[in-house]
């Protein structure tokens, strides 16, 4: 039989069923490799390569029985064509030489190079052959119907239940390694930003709250002249009332409402009737729940209350919003000068500084898990009030206590961090 049909014809179809075994195995391989989610973007785009890539992943089983079943065929035709050449040609010993070295060149050529282009290159690849599998799968369907019956039924004695395959949901730090990794497709602002908003679920509003002995507020108890001169130097457009101490707090000012009064009008019955409903929330709630519940209660101020109902600091809108954006404003009277250069490889830091604040500033790493201050930070580790001049490090970098006196510590001198691979050497 093989004499009836010129060799130039079989080599030919040799080369014809090598280029479809490369193109099953490649195109296997690249659609299995396609990121579901730039393929759903790419499909809602409107490219049709990608739709129809979409859907034949609906159905995995049917698209690898199609697949399995094309390159099986051609692979199986291409031994059988090389051995009826080969035996015509040199008789049985040629026959038994062929079969390996086809065996070596279907490798080659036919299964390693395409599945690496199409591991390299997925898209490439499975847009174009998702637009040969979509009519292939409806003239092969009784071929292919029959592979899945058996095969899903062989899958279900071992107990595997065939289910349409969905595009499963990410977790956060799942989330958070694909925007990590999307390089300079996101510019480094937004990057930061995406991160800042999956981390709202791990900060709580005592690490952004302005803390107890820092709340700026106005006492009833104080004289009418002291309490227009809290109000007239108020950096804030809202302001806890308060008898005696904050514990003790009535209400919330929001000095708009007091921008038709004039100066002699104002004394404590008029603030007592423009104040509104404090609103407090528990010390631990995470920044995300607490977005949400300003926006629930049109709230942009609360109160962090402890288990015993006193007040531990205020925390705003504006508090949250900054944890994803960073600072809104650079203006110089709201600059505390928590952090002063001291040379090239140490800063003098205020003892009151927001841990969370150095490190995002100054890109260092001091533990947050813990106290919300470097004061804080350092009488955990020392369980004591240190002196002036002593040394001690925190996560690699040295702290040495600048000023302090008999209830917390002023200022630091913190270092350069030292790796640890540099204090063995």
């Avoid at 007239?232 to 707090?249: C, F, G, K, N, W």
Wanted: aromatic fraction near 6%.
């Amino acid at each position: 039989m093989a004499d009836d049909v010129p060799l130039a014809v079989l080599v030919g179809l040799l080369v014809t069923l090598l280029l479809l075994s490369a193109f099953f195995s490649g195109s296997e391989t690249a659609l299995m490799s396609l990121n579901r989610y730039q393929l759903r973007h790419k499909a809602r785009e409107g490219h049709r390569g990608a739709r129809l890539a979409e859907k034949l992943l609906k159905r995995p089983d049917r698209l690898l029985g199609l697949i399995l079943f094309g390159n099986n065929l051609v692979n199986i035709a291409l031994v059988a064509i090389v051995t009826l050449v080969a035996a015509s040609v040199g008789g049985e010993v040629a026959a038994l030489i062929a079969v390996p070295l086809l065996t070596i060149i279907v490798l080659i050529f036919a299964e390693t190079a395409p599945k690496t282009l199409a591991a390299l290159h997925p898209e490439r690849v499975a847009y174009p052959a998702a637009l040969v599998y979509y009519p292939l799968q409806f003239l092969a369907y009784p071929f292919v119907w029959l592979i899945n019956v058996c095969s899903n039924g062989l899958l279900f004695l071992f107990g595997v239940r065939g289910q349409d395959a969905q595009l499963h949901s990410l977790t956060q730090e799942e989330l958070r390694t694909l925007v990590y990794e999307a390089g300079n497709r996101i510019s480094t602002r937004y990057r930061q930003m995406l991160i800042s908003i999956l981390d709202l679920e791990k900060v709580t509003v005592d690490d952004v709250m302005v803390p107890h002995n820092e709340i700026v507020g106005i006492d009833l108890d104080n004289d009418v002249e002291e309490i227009q001169r809290v109000i007239a130097e108020s950096r804030h457009t809202r302001l806890p009332v308060y008898r005696e101490h904050i514990d003790q707090v009535i209400g919330i000012l929001h000095l708009r409402r007091m921008a038709n009064l004039a100066e002699r009008t104002i004394d404590r019955d008029t603030l007592r009737r423009l104040v509104s409903e404090p609103y407090f929330v528990p010390e631990g709630t995470p920044l995300s729940t607490q977005l949400v519940q300003f926006q629930r209660r049109r709230q942009r101020i609360a109160l962090v209350v402890d288990e015993y109902g006193d007040i531990q600091g205020i925390v705003t809108l504006e508090d949250i919003l900054e944890e994803i954006v960073g600072e809104f404003t650079t203006d110089p009277a709201n600059d505390d000068d928590d952090v002063v250069s001291d040379g090239a490889d140490s800063w003098i830091v205020d003892g009151s500084a927001n841990i969370r604040d150095l490190n995002r500033s100054q890109d260092w790493e001091l533990p947050t898990d813990g106290p919300k201050t470097v004061n804080g930070l350092i009488l955990e580790l020392l369980e004591t009030i240190p002196q002036p001049r002593t040394c001690l490090k925190i996560a690699g970098y040295p702290i040495e206590i600048v000023e302090s006196d008999d209830t917390r510590i002023r200022s630091v001198r913190i270092g350069q961090r030292i790796e640890e691979s540099e204090e063995a050497g």
